[in-house]
């Protein structure tokens, strides 16, 4: 008895066709332009800033009640947070203070400029003073505009720190 082998007819080598790769690459493409705008959006240097202010402040507050001392933070012109600290608020003898670190303060940022105000311009640069209770020297708004979007950092006597925008 002979063995006879079957022969299966030649397939042609398996792929993609132009067609369909044009297609997964169009959709590729969508998906990844929804995700760059998505991402884009997301990025906003007034908030990141707001939020800078915001959380150096609440540190600070706590640091002066934890430490007895008054904390106070400055925006120097080179646009950083200064933090010092000293005996009370109302130490006027810059000898006195004594620097704890700066922070700096990006409001130039993804090709966008953050405008910075306070609620009283033309004033002593010192943002906010807390006491060795945690109160604050005197209450103060500093406000940081980028286009049309608005972020308030406000300081109550109380020593409160809330972050709004608009």
């Avoid at 933070?73 to 000898?95: D, F, G, P």
């Amino acid at each position: 008895m002979e063995l006879q082998l079957k022969s299966h007819p030649v397939r042609k080598a398996a792929g993609f066709t132009a067609i369909e790769l044009l297609i997964v690459m169009a959709i590729v493409g969508i998906l990844t332009a929804l995700g760059v705008q998505s991402y884009l959006s997301t990025r906003n240097p007034a908030r990141d800033a707001a939020r800078t202010v915001h959380s150096t402040l609440f540190q600070l507050r706590s640091n002066a009640i934890s430490n007895t001392q008054a904390r106070r933070m400055i925006l120097n012109s080179s646009q950083q947070l200064v933090m010092q600290s000293a005996v009370r608020c109302s130490e006027t003898n810059a000898s006195k203070w004594t620097d704890l670190g700066t922070i700096p303060l990006t409001l130039n940022a993804y090709g966008r400029t953050v405008q910075l105000s306070t609620t009283t311009p033309g004033t002593n640069p010192v943002v906010v003073c807390f006491n060795s209770r945690g109160l604050a020297a005197a209450t103060g708004r500093l406000i940081l505009k980028e286009g049309t979007r608005t972020f308030n950092v406000d300081v109550a006597l109380g020593g409160g720190v809330k972050t709004s925008g608009s």
